[in-house]
């Protein structure tokens, strides 16, 4: 047992030490030096586990009691999602080591959120999933809730709570209409019986139900609207999570062990994420904060990711998890951006769109980085994520999703228009002095400098070598 759930034990044995240090610690230091050492420890004991993965990982599938199945996919993707957890305690670091945590056990919560993550990863069970996906909503509303202070913006985040509540209940309902049909809620089995209760009336209410639940955790079409709300308001490392490390769990798991309910709703899939990139597109348009704007393209972004989930085809899926992966990184540096831009040592905060102007005057390496960023997430030649879109558009083609394909490669050129809008700011007017003195470098640590070296390095790697990212996306696909 030991040896199948190892890096789960891993987290909780984390989990456990992180309490260790709070409770024995509290009469020694003081709140802020406490809230460094469970920071520090937490990166540390995160690399340890990427280390224990790399050296531990067979890459074999392996069954445990019928309710685990352990891939060679889903091993890889618990190393990314490690390292992706290293960037957000760095990026938690960077923003908020200057202030006072909100509660004491925020960090034990990290592990606690990867436990849920891993698990899912690995899970055979709809109502293991299920829970699973709870523990994960109600820590990213504490996530979100971090260091809110304004009332209008605990609102919005209360709302999130409510709604995703609400969600929650229809996808328990959804487990319990599966379980009265079918009288077991293991996948393995229920893809066996699939094709029996395919015209049961309760069966596919069910199936229904939980698919909603999905649709409202990718933010799509009629569930959108939060994912900008929640952006404009909430801390920049639960944002992270949210379109980052959540995103990469939540693309996994409909694609390898929920794939079964694509076969009804695929073509659902494919009508929501058309119409939440046609909204989203032109609400990006009227977008006057810089954090509403990376809201709606995350929204864009994932439904352009969502055409490509409904086929079984080898290399389409392969090509969404290259597209995935470009995206993750992308988005990573963009809200590391955002959070230099809103960060405490500014004198005065930017915030909305029209203050970016002429801010590369100033700061024009950081300006380069982030507008290199944002060609990326665009789709523009020769950055990263034209490959994705490429291959992904391809692939399309290949397996017969022509309107889809036409669909990404059209609504490209249209959603380019706020991109470039953003980027022609930054390079366009001229900053008067005081401004100039107000806004100082964003570039400041040697920490800054790094992230900023190490996006530009790797945009140079994937220009030379983007193969190497297609091949452990193959690999991943071949084991969906």
């Keep these: 047992m030991l040896k199948f759930f190892y890096a789960e034990f891993l987290l909780v044995t984390g989990f456990f030490l992180v309490i260790f240090i709070e409770l024995f610690l509290s009469n020694q230091f003081t709140q802020r030096n406490k809230y460094e050492i469970q920071l520090n420890f937490s990166i540390i ?19 445990f009691l019928g309710s685990f199945y352990q891939t060679p996919a889903s091993q890889l993707f618990k190393i990314i999602i490690i390292i992706f957890s290293i960037i957000w305690l760095f990026l938690i670091k960077e923003t908020y080591l200057i202030k006072k945590p909100v509660f004491s056990l925020f960090f034990s919560l990290i592990f606690i959120f990867l436990l849920a993550s891993f698990l899912i990863l690995i899970q055979l069970n709809l109502f293991g999933i299920f829970i699973c996906l709870e523990i994960q ?23 999130y709570f409510l709604i995703s509540s609400f969600i929650s209940s229809i996808m328990a309902m959804g487990c319990a209409l599966i379980y009265a049909c079918s009288g077991t809620l293991d996948i393995i089995y229920l893809e066996h019986i699939f094709g029996y209760l395919k015209n049961n009336f309760y069966f596919l209410s069910g199936t229904f139900f939980f698919f909603i639940g999905f649709l409202f955790k990718l933010g799509l079409f009629p569930f959108f609207y939060w994912i900008p709300a929640i952006f404009r308001t909430a ?15 939540y693309f996994f798991t409909l694609m390898s062990n929920l794939h079964f309910l694509l076969v009804f709703y695929g073509e659902l899939l494919i009508f929501v994420s058309v119409i939440s990139i046609l909204l989203c ?45 470009i995206y993750c990184f992308t988005m990573f540096f963009i809200i590391f951006c955002v959070m230099l831009l809103e960060r405490r040592k500014l004198k005065q905060k930017i915030i909305f769109i029209y203050e970016l102007k002429g801010i590369g005057l100033s700061n024009f390496y950081f300006s380069i980085c982030f507008a290199i960023a944002i060609f990326s997430l665009a789709g523009l030649p020769p950055f990263p994520g034209f490959f994705g879109k490429l291959f992904l558009i391809i692939q399309l083609f290949d397996s017969g999703f022509i309107f889809s394909g036409l669909f990404i490669l059209i609504y490209t050129l249209i959603v380019m228009f706020y991109y470039i809008r953003l980027v022609n700011l930054m390079f366009s007017g ?41 091949t452990i996306s193959l690999f991943v696909g071949t084991f969906l």
């Design 137 to 159: 909503n109600i820590l990213l509303f504490a996530f979100f809730s971090l260091h809110i202070k304004n009332l209008t913006n605990y609102k919005q985040v209360f709302h």
């Design 281 to 325: 597109a032109i609400l990006a348009m009227k977008e006057y904060t810089i954090r509403g704007v990376v809201g709606y393209s995350s929204v864009v972004q994932t439904g352009f990711l969502a055409l490509g989930i409904p086929s079984s085809s080898l290399h389409l899926n392969s090509a969404v998890i290259f597209y995935l992966l």
């Design 45 to 63: 004991y995160f690399m340890f586990i990427f280390f224990i993965l790399i050296c531990k990982s067979d890459f074999s599938s392996t069954y």
């Design 235 to 249: 801390p920049l490392p639960g944002i992270f999570v949210s379109a980052v490390i959540s995103k990469l769990i």
């Design 430 to 470: 001229r900053l008067n002095e005081m401004k100039d003195e107000k806004m100082g470098l964003l570039i400041s640590s040697p920490w800054t400098i790094f992230i900023i070296s190490s996006f530009i390095a790797w945009n140079i790697w994937m220009l030379i070598n983007f193969n190497a990212l297609w």
